[in-house]
Structures are given as structure tokens and as C-alpha cells.
């Protein structure tokens, strides 16, 4: 009898997807207290102490039980209510609104309502490095869509319709963007907009970090005109309310995408956990400036960042959302994975390689700068050393 082996039971397109680029470093610096991080896009600050309390609350008067599946009621209230004041687009909280684990559960939902095999999904890069993965777990294919550090990192028109066909389905959108920290104005979004109608496609646009913006407002793509039913858009408590750990994100979009995207979550996680979704709705009611605060760090903390690493000579264009600088390191002559390696081992900075992000990250760097000022300028004198080395 033929040996067992375990890994032919897998499917191919489990085993041909690559680790996250990301978690790699992550689990390099475990437990180690020599290393400043750089890496993980996680907010440093803890949940603010009167959400914590009211979860506190919830559990001794036994609120333990499943929810809806599409989330309780108060908190897709509450979600709708945030989306018009901030953002000034308006959803029905009844069939309009899904709350799910994560924003990473309600990208995975809408991709697999959506896409059929075959169907090509557009992605801006570089970008979040999940949306190419899950894209082909859908039977969908990935194309990259390029944007340029001399643009800002922001989605051109022009490089858009270059790569659109007749099999395009689904434009994939990040901003506030994740590495780049790139974001785009009502006047930017103009002429993707047009794009869309034209080749009739559907939007996906990730908005967790739509809180995150320095300067401006962040313009949600579904407030353009005739773009809101075309629009899935996904949000989360994760980043801006420093809730990762909680696991509340929701989708808002037309009843009958939303609607398919329940299906699959009812039958598959069925709700997001009780608990997290009560912090979701203390953090709507009564965490809005606790969450303004941590945004004004964050600003202070990014303007350090990009100084120091062009001072200490790698360039950077300036970040106006998100917590990410995206500094170049292509002149040091070694590839972002290279570059990335030796800073851990020589200099105990962790940052992300740019080119886990897909298409143009080769070249650059993702340095986080949701953590203190004071490990920011040890982790930058570090930064500088090491390249004086090189």
C-alpha cells in the first residue's frame, strides 16, 4: 500500500497560495524584546476604557447569546447613522448594512457573491495583500493595476483602461491605501468613476482606514454620483477604534448584493461575536474622541517618520492616510526582501519588504508608524546606522 500523504488531499489553489509576506516577519520577532517593529499594522493604543467597560457590562448580565446574522440591529443602525455623517452616503440599516468578522470577512463575502470563474477582478497595486489570494480561491483572476510613487500612489484613469477587457468584473479599491498611505480626492475618483459605468463594473472599495486621513477629508467612492449601488464598501472598527482583536467589520451596498453576501456568511461564521459587536456600538456612541485623538498621534507620529527617513536618505513621498510610510530603498541596490532581512538581523528594525504587495512595491519598504514616537526615533537612529554600513 502507497504511503499516505496528507498533502494530496489539499486543493491546488490552497497550495500554490503563498504565506503572508506579512506574518513572516511578524512571527520572526516573537516574544523578542531587542527588536523595535516596524511591521504589523496594528494600532498600539488599547481599546478605550469605557468600551472595554460596557463589554464588561454586557457579559456579567449574560449577553452571550448569537446575534442576527446580519448583526443586531442597533449596531447597523449605528453604522448607517456614521456612514451619512461622516461620508454622506446613506444606507437602509434593514437590507443595506451586514455586519461581519473583520472587513477581511466582508471582502472575502463580496468576492465570492460576485465572482464566477473566470471573471477578471482589478487591483490597484501596490495593495493589501490578501485581495489577490482570495480573489483566486473565488475561481476569479487577479490583475494588476499599476500605480506610480510619482503619482502619489493614486489610481490613474489612463493606467486603469489599459488594463480593462472584456472579462472585467470587479474594480478592487484601497484607500486610504495599505502600504502606500496614498489617498484620492472627489476630483481624482472623477474619472474612475466614469470608467466604471462605462465597462459596467462592480466596485469593491476597502475603507477601513477612511477614519485615517491627515489634511483632508477621506471621499468615500460610493458618495459619487450613480456609484453608491455599484458599490460594496467595506468597513471596520479595527484600525480607527483600535478594535483588531474584537473582529467587527460590516459591508454597505444595494439589498441584493448585500443580501448574497448574507447567504454565504449565515452559512458560514452565521454572526460576528456578540461581545464585539456591543464595543462596536459603545465605540459609535461614545468613542469618537477617544478615536480623534489616536488620529492626531498618528499625524504627529507621520510627520516624524517621513522626516527622519529622508533624512536619514530614504526617499518618501508623504502618506496622507493610513498609519504607513512607503519609503524608497531601490538606490541601496539590494531588493526589498534582501533589504528587509538584513534590517532585522543587523539593525533589529522590522519592516515589510514592499514587494508582498503585489506590483510595484519591489523597490520599497512598508513602515508602520502606529507605535510610540520613542520607539519611532530608536527604530530611525537604528535605520540610519544600518545604512551607513551599507
Keep these: 500500500m502507497a504511503e499516505l500523504n496528507m498533502g494530496d488531499f489539499v486543493s491546488k489553489a490552497v497550495r500554490d497560495m503563498k504565506p503572508s509576506g506579512i506574518r513572516k516577519f511578524f512571527d520572526l520577532i516573537d516574544g523578542r524584546k531587542d527588536i523595535i517593529s516596524l511591521g504589523v499594522g496594528e494600532p498600539d493604543f488599547a481599546t478605550p476604557k469605557l468600551v472595554r467597560d460596557a ?167 460610493a458618495s459619487l454620483p450613480g456609484m453608491k449601488d455599484r458599490t460594496i464598501l467595506v468597513g471596520g472598527f479595527s484600525k480607527s477604534f483600535a478594535m483588531t482583536g474584537w473582529r467587527v467589520g460590516y459591508a454597505c451596498g444595494h439589498r441584493e448584493l448585500i443580501g448574497a453576501m448574507l447567504k454565504i456568511h449565515q452559512y458560514t461564521v452565521m454572526c460576528a461575536p456578540i461581545l464585539g459587536q456591543i464595543a462596536a456600538i459603545e465605540s459609535l456612541r461614545n468613542g469618537r474622541e477617544e478615536k480623534d485623538f489616536m488620529v492626531e498621534s498618528y499625524s504627529q507620529r507621520r510627520k516624524v517618520i517621513v522626516k527622519g527617513l529622508q533624512e536619514i536618505g530614504l526617499p518618501c513621498h508623504e502618506p496622507l492616510g493610513a498609519f504607513y510610510a512607503f519609503p524608497s530603498i531601490a538606490h541601496t541596490g539590494l531588493t526589498s526582501e534582501q533589504f528587509a532581512q538584513r534590517l532585522l538581523s543587523e539593525a533589529k528594525v522590522v519592516a515589510v519588504p514592499g514587494d508582498v504587495f503585489g506590483q510595484g512595491g519591489e523597490g520599497f519598504l512598508r513602515c508602520s508608524y502606529a507605535t510610540s514616537l520613542s520607539k519611532i526615533n530608536e527604530a530611525l537612529e537604528r535605520m540610519g546606522q544600518f545604512l551607513r554600513t551599507l
Excluded at 451619512?84 to 444606507?91: D, G, L, N, P, T
Excluded at 495593495?127 to 499599476?146: F, R
Excluded at 459605468?197 to 477621506?218: F, G, M, P, S, W
Design 55 to 221: 463589554c464588561i457590562t454586557a457579559l456579567e448580565k449574560g449577553r452571550t447569546s448569537y446575534t442576527p446574522n446580519s448583526g443586531l440591529p442597533e449596531l447597523r443602525e449605528g453604522i448607517a447613522e456614521y456612514q451619512h455623517a461622516e461620508f454622506k452616503v446613506q444606507y437602509e440599516p434593514g437590507n443595506e448594512v451586514l455586519v461581519t468578522v473583520g472587513s477581511s470577512e466582508a471582502i472575502d463575502l463580496a468576492l465570492r457573491a460576485i465572482v464566477t470563474p473566470g471573471d477578471e477582478i482589478l487591483i490597484p497595486t501596490p495593495c493589501y495583500i490578501s485581495y489577490s489570494p482570495i480573489t483566486h480561491l473565488g475561481g476569479g483572476v487577479p490583475v494588476a493595476v499599476e500605480t506610480l510613487a510619482a503619482d502619489g500612489f493614486k489610481l490613474k484613469a489612463e493606467l486603469l483602461a489599459k488594463a480593462l477587457t472584456p472579462r472585467s468584473k470587479v474594480l478592487m479599491l484601497c484607500y486610504p491605501n495599505n502600504p502606500t498611505g496614498a489617498v484620492m480626492s472627489y476630483e481624482d475618483w472623477l474619472p474612475i468613476a466614469k470608467l466604471v459605468q462605462e465597462h459596467n463594473l462592480v466596485v469593491i472599495a476597502d475603507e477601513i482606514y477612511a477614519d485615517l486621513t491627515y489634511d483632508r477629508k477621506h471621499v468615500s467612492f
